[in-house]
């Protein structure tokens, strides 16, 4: 079951879902409006081997914005901390951000019960755009667990900033 925006703020305010920072304007119909990081990482290399070691570019998002370009991948992040102490989360774009073209999550959008992030976004866009530092860009959404409640212990607890791909970690 879907937590509603009054729901959310009763369960922030309880402690059961962590949103920081917290603006009360960003508490939607079922979902907290969440907003781009300062930081956006690239890939330098145009073929990727998770076994030989991920070199990244880090971009500073400028007050002017930094144009994203297609046919690269982008990894970004929400500039909130946010997660389900006792809930799942889920990230999705927002409408608008996806009219513009610009795709935000398009394989990992579930956060495990007990994952409290600033969340690692996968951006990819389809013709030159422009980002902005604490644009409003997706939406996370809590579900209440059903059976035994089990605290997300994998290969991301606890980052913070963005975080390239960690599934070298898999063959050890």
């Known amino acids: 079951m879907v937590l509603t925006g009054s729901e ?8 059961s879902i ?45 007050e002017e914005g930094l144009v ?10 929400t500039a909130e901390r946010i997660g389900g102490v006792h809930f799942a ?6 409408l608008s951000t996806a009219l513009c073209g610009m795709f935000i999550q398009t394989s990992a959008p579930l956060g495990h019960t007990g994952a409290v992030i600033c ?10 755009l422009r980002v902005y530092a ?10 209440t667990n059903l059976g035994g409640e089990l605290s997300y212990q994998g290969r991301y607890v606890g980052s ?3 975080v390239p791909s960690r599934i070298i970690m898999d063959s050890k």
């Open 8 to 15: 959310i703020r009763r369960m922030r305010e309880a402690g």
């Open 119 to 128: 969340w690692t976004l996968e951006i990819v866009v389809t013709q030159p």
């Open 89 to 94: 989360s889920e990230l999705y774009a927002n």
């Open 68 to 77: 994203l370009q297609p046919g690269r991948f982008y990894l970004g992040q």
């Open 18 to 62: 962590v949103i920081e920072p917290f603006d009360e304007r960003q508490i939607e119909q079922n979902s907290y409006g969440c907003c781009l990081g300062a930081e956006i990482l690239e890939y330098s290399s145009d073929q990727i081997d998770p076994h030989l070691g991920l070199q990244v570019v880090r971009h500073v998002i400028p």
């Open 134 to 143: 604490g644009a409003r860009i997706g939406k996370v959404c809590f579900w």
């Open 160 to 162: 913070e900033g963005v």
